[in-house]
T-cell receptor, first 113, second 112 residues
Framework: SQKIEQNSEALNIQEGKTATLTCNYTNYSPAYLQWYRQDPGRGPVFLLLIRENEKEKRKERLKVTFDTTLKQSLFHITASQPADSATYLCAHHGSGNTGKLIFGQGTTLQVKP | DAGVIQSPRHEVTEMGQEVTLRCKPISGHNSLFWYRQTMMRGLELLIYFNNNVPIDDSGMPEDRFSAKMPNASFSTLKIQPSEPRDSAVYFC??????????FGPGTRLTVL
């Protein structure tokens, strides 16, 4: 099956540090990956999409990398703030270029002041 | 735009009852997705529609689940009969094509 795996353990960091979250995929090479943020009691919110021919993508304090050799995407938040505390989900579309999104379990980030 | 609208936000019902969840996608979006989220299984796609036509329903757990999209602005997910193991948060999402998806606030379903 086309699995997508994220570190299920919560990530705790100090305010101002860089948070790095990992997303690994197996049995498939997606054309692109998406990252979402989910706050408790709310639906996921789209953050970034990175294509396989893009090694890196940035949006304000966010940076995503895509390493097709390692089958891995890294999600970085620089100068982290307590407001960045949330669960972050990565997802890919699976084979066949369909609309079906396969999500990882998500990694919960806690930024302490 | 108000975003994706789901109703009800919370539903508590008894085992065996019929449950109907409703979704209004963002105007202009042509793809609609129904997801279920639990602590154990995470976020799972149940079914998705493109231009009101069901494309992939392989995630629908069993025949007790059914979904319809009679027009571009409305979809329903029905569970009949409901069981305690159906308790979860159900999300509807919409997109234009196969790009970023916009999620609704979800319906928290509790089946007693």
């Amino acid at each position: 099956s086309q699995k997508i795996e994220q570190n299920s353990e919560a990530l705790n960091i100090q305010e101002g540090k860089t948070a790095t979250l990992t997303c690994n995929y197996t049995n498939y090479s997606p054309a692109y990956l998406q990252w979402y943020r989910q706050d408790p009691g709310r639906g996921p919110v789209f953050l970034l999409l990175i294509r396989e021919n893009e090694k890196e993508k940035r949006k304000e304090r966010l940076k995503v990398t895509f390493d097709t050799t390692l089958k891995q995407s890294l999600f970085h938040i620089t100068a982290s703030q307590p407001a960045d505390s949330a669960t972050y989900l990565c997802a890919h579309h699976g084979s066949g270029n369909t609309g079906k999104l396969i999500f990882g379990q998500g990694t919960t980030l806690q930024v302490k002041p | 735009d108000a975003g994706v609208i789901q109703s009800p936000r919370h539903e508590v019902t008894e085992m065996g009852q019929e449950v109907t969840l409703r979704c209004k996608p963002i105007s202009g979006h042509n793809s609609l997705f129904w997801y279920r989220q639990t602590m154990m299984r995470g976020l799972e796609l149940l079914i998705y529609f493109n231009n009101n036509v069901p494309i992939d329903d392989s995630g629908m757990p069993e025949d007790r689940f059914s979904a319809k999209m009679p027009n571009a602005s409305f979809s329903t997910l029905k569970i009949q009969p409901s069981e305690p193991r159906d308790s979860a948060v159900y999300f509807c999402a919409s997109s234009y094509g196969y790009n970023e998806q916009f999620f609704g606030p979800g319906t928290r379903l509790t089946v007693l």
